[in-house]
């Protein structure tokens, strides 16, 4: 395990109880309905699949990708979407799929976009919540783990495109100044 992943947030077997959870908080809501879950990219895909497969009601699925224009690990405010959904969401009930939710501000772009097109109903599911982090009002309808400031990566979330893989969720601690000074 690389050194800047030390501290361990959240273990493999307490994310899939909670992800079991969370589905069927899902399945009993829609009971009864087909859900389109819509993931978006690239951080949800690992927490989707958990996810879908853990659902007992039928779903369909679909990918959205938007970028913030900025450096860093900030959202600028300035959203686009990059790649857009392939399917019609009219008098569809959506659900987006989202890894963490932090400004606020890709998922109210992203919802917004979608109510424009007539979905019976959209709700949103976070895995992390970044609350005391908002720019924006918004609220996710089902949030696995509320968490305090610090990047994450894990389970789908990177940094610089490295550790997506990992099963658990890591808080990134970067080297000590010392450190990088001394590897420089
Ligand atoms: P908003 O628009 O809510 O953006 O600020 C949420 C997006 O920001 C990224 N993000 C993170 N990615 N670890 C990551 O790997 C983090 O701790 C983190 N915090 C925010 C992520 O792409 C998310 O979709
Ligand atoms: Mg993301």
Do not use: W
């Given at each position: 395990m690389?050194?800047?992943l030390?501290k361990v947030l959240l273990?493999?077997s307490e994310?899939?109880?909670?992800?079991?959870?969370?589905?069927?908080?899902?399945?009993?809501?829609?009971a009864g309905?087909?859900?389109l879950?819509?993931g978006?990219?690239?951080g949800?895909?690992?927490?989707?699949a958990d996810?879908?497969r853990?659902?007992s009601?039928?779903?369909?699925?679909d990918?959205i990708r938007?970028?913030?224009y900025?450096a860093g690990?900030?959202s600028s405010?300035?959203i686009a979407?990059?790649k857009?959904i392939?399917?019609?969401?009219?008098?569809?009930d959506?659900l987006?799929?989202?890894?963490?939710l932090?400004?606020?501000l890709?998922l109210?772009?992203i919802?917004?976009?979608?109510?424009?097109r007539?979905?019976?109903?959209v709700k949103?599911?976070?895995f992390l919540d970044?609350?005391?982090?908002?720019k924006?009002?918004f609220?996710?309808?089902?949030?696995?783990y509320?968490?305090?400031?610090g990047?994450v990566?894990g389970?789908?979330?990177?940094?610089?495109e490295q550790?997506?893989?990992l099963?658990g969720?890591?808080?990134?601690?970067p080297a000590?100044?010392?450190e990088?000074?001394?590897?420089?």
């Open positions: 690389a050194d800047v030390k273990e493999p994310i899939s109880g909670r992800v079991s959870e969370m589905a069927g908080a899902i399945s009993r809501d829609y309905r087909e859900i879950v819509i978006v990219l690239k949800a895909f690992v927490f989707m996810l879908i853990a659902l009601i039928p779903c369909q699925t990918f938007a970028a913030s900025g690990t900030e405010g300035k979407i990059t857009d392939e399917m019609d969401v009219a008098g569809r959506v987006v799929v989202e890894d963490i932090d400004s606020g890709t109210r772009y919802v917004d976009a979608l109510k424009l007539n979905p019976r109903s949103v599911c976070a970044k609350r005391k982090r908002r924006v009002h609220e996710a309808d089902y949030v696995g509320t968490m305090e400031d990047f990566v389970y789908g979330l990177d940094f610089n550790y997506r893989f099963p969720v890591y808080v990134l601690d000590p100044e010392g990088k000074e001394a590897n420089e």
